[in-house]
């Protein structure tokens, strides 16, 4: 019974193409779509947790304030350079401690001018960012300590300023100031959230603080840990000392945020998925319209083919087994829309996040889900127009024009 209303399925799938292709068409774009959105989502979502993790799985970012993220809370006072200094002399465990500030300032040299991020920082930087040179050198000492005008700048600077030419010994100017670029950095490419990680100037924090930012303020302390140091201990020792630094009583609570980048890894990744949920939703959305689709025609096939279904009533089939056929005939559609959707999203998923430079994750259980959601829609939407042709009168039905 089953293989023979799957021959009357087909045969009439095949009798009208064009129909067929029009019906499945909204499950071909809900399917597709969804899968497409998911795909891309979990790929972005492990670019950002990689480019996280490149800041080494043994770091700490400290900030003013408890907001997690850039700025500072209203309120909290800043850091100085000295708490960086006493984190890295009182606390045991610690490889490097870069105490930073950061400004998006527009750089003229070699007759180009070009908006840039210029970071204000020691050596140690380098060191907690995981960032090497292609050439030059990073910052003395004695550079560090006078606020020298120096820098080392990234690819990006040197492509957009000198058109890729030598840059080392040349002179790039930085709001009032001219300074002599001692260091080139690898590349870093792009980071998680789409910033070019080359498109960079870093230069000593007191040459930033003394000639940009007017003030000794620092917004962002970061600490790398040695690998077989226990975080947990050094990130507790470093708030501790911080509020004995900052005079705060046992029951006044932090006004600065330590955050080690494992927590951040697990709190921007529940973000991205939540956000990869949320599109795949909406493009679930599509799904349905493409069941009503599918429903609407098969209530037309049913009129269509009222006599037909008559003649076998009469001559002795089942109202199972019109029903049956009628359902099958509506999985099929769903289950066609299902595939190509399928076939379709896979190569959308490869060409956009290969444009996107986002990696491409295939997952089977998305790519199944999506295939067996629109098969349910054939089953769903298909069930009403089915009872409908099982329940018509032989003999209405054989009379109908």
């Known amino acids: 019974m089953i293989g023979n209303a799957l021959l009357l399925a087909l045969r009439q799938i095949f009798r009208n193409p064009l129909r067929s292709m029009l019906t499945v068409l909204g499950i071909v774009i809900g399917v597709a779509a969804v899968i497409t959105m998911v795909t891309i989502g979990n790929g972005a979502t492990q670019q950002v947790r990689d480019q996280i993790a490149s800041l080494g799985s043994d770091s700490l970012m400290i900030r003013p304030g408890q907001r997690m993220g850039p700025g500072q809370s209203i309120g909290a006072p800043s850091f100085k350079e000295s708490d960086a200094a006493a984190i890295r002399d009182q606390i045991a465990g610690i490889r490097a401690v870069a105490p930073s500030r950061t400004s998006s300032i527009v750089v003229v040299a070699n007759g180009k001018n070009w908006q840039t991020t210029v970071v204000g920082s020691t050596n140690s930087y380098f060191d907690v960012n995981n960032l090497t040179l292609k050439e030059g050198r990073f910052f003395e000492p004695s550079e560090v300590r006078a606020g020298s005008a120096v820098c080392v700048v990234g690819q990006t600077l040197q492509k957009e300023l000198f058109d890729g030419e030598p840059i080392l010994g040349k002179m790039i100017r930085v709001k009032g100031f001219s300074c002599n670029v001692v260091g080139v950095l ?42 077989h140091s226990d975080i947990e201990r050094v990130k507790q020792g470093v708030r501790l000392l911080l ?68 003649i076998r009533l009469a001559i002795g089939a089942t109202e199972k087994e019109v029903l049956l056929q009628f359902l099958i005939e509506s999985i099929m559609l769903a289950c066609l829309g299902g595939l190509i959707g ?60």
Do not use: C, W
Request: charged share 20%; net charge neutral; aromatic share 8%.
């Open 243 to 310: 509020r004995e630094r900052r005079s705060l009583s046992s029951g006044d609570p932090d006004n600065f945020n330590v955050l080690d980048t494992s927590e951040l890894i697990n709190t921007i990744s529940k973000t991205s998925e939540v956000m990869t949920m949320l599109l795949g939703a909406v493009a679930a959305v599509s799904l349905l319209v493409g069941g009503i689709g599918i429903m609407n025609i098969m209530l037309v096939s049913v009129t269509e083919r009222t006599r037909e279904i008559g």
């Open 186 to 227: 690898d590349l870093k490419g792009q980071s998680g959230f789409g910033q070019d990680k080359d498109d960079v100037i870093v230069i000593p924090l007191n040459t930033f603080q003394r000639r940009i930012s007017g003030n000794i303020r620092v917004p962002l302390i970061t600490v790398a840990i040695e690998p």
């Open 342 to 401: 399928v076939v379709l999203a896979l190569g959308a998923s490869v060409v956009i996040t290969s444009y996107m430079q986002v990696p491409f994750k295939f997952d089977p259980f998305i790519n199944l889900l999506a295939f067996g959601f629109a098969a349910l829609i054939g089953v769903i939407f298909g069930y009403f127009p089915a009872r409908r042709a099982a329940k018509l009168d032989p003999i209405e039905a054989v009379r109908h024009e």
